[in-house]
Nanobody, 130 residues
Framework: QVQLVESGGGSVQAGGSLRLSCAAS????????MGWFRQAPGKEREGVAA????????YYHDSVKGRFTISQDNAKNTMYLQMNSLKPEDTAMYYC???????????????????????WGQGTQVTVSS
């Protein structure tokens, strides 16, 4: 059982930055995929980025490559999404997700691209104005 709590969303102007945090509990002793998803009104849910808690694997959607960075602090059981050069089209509800336990970190990109089956947080709103 994994519980996830997102924070750090807000409203910024285009070109600004935000840092999202996802605090995880109940999974301290497992290795698994974690990721960030977003959904804007009228649009499909989109996998933004993924990371493996065992290290060695990250993934980014093409729309955020070069602007967003996913990272983790395993000692704090926290995952982050640093978002720079934000654009109005980044406006969405952002969700943290955690997948099943795995010893193979290379499955994480596929996991996030396939929808991030697993546990989800409540979401945090990101709004980027022109």
């Amino acid at each position: 059982q994994v519980q996830l709590v997102e924070s750090g969303g807000g409203s910024v102007q285009a070109g600004g930055s935000l840092r999202l945090s996802c605090a995880a509990s109940g999974s301290t002793f497992r290795r698994y995929c974690m990721g960030w998803f977003r959904q804007a009104p009228g649009k499909e849910r989109e996998g933004v980025a993924a990371i493996y808690t065992g290290g060695g694997s990250t993934y980014y959607h093409d729309s955020v490559k070069g602007r967003f960075t996913i990272s983790q602090d395993n000692a704090k059981n926290t995952m982050y999404l640093q978002m720079n050069s934000l654009k109005p089209e980044d406006t969405a509800m952002y969700y943290c997700a955690a997948g099943p336990s795995t010893t193979i970190g290379t499955v994480c990109p596929g996991w996030v691209r396939s929808g991030g089956i697993g546990y989800w947080g409540q979401g945090t709103q990101v709004t980027v104005s022109s």
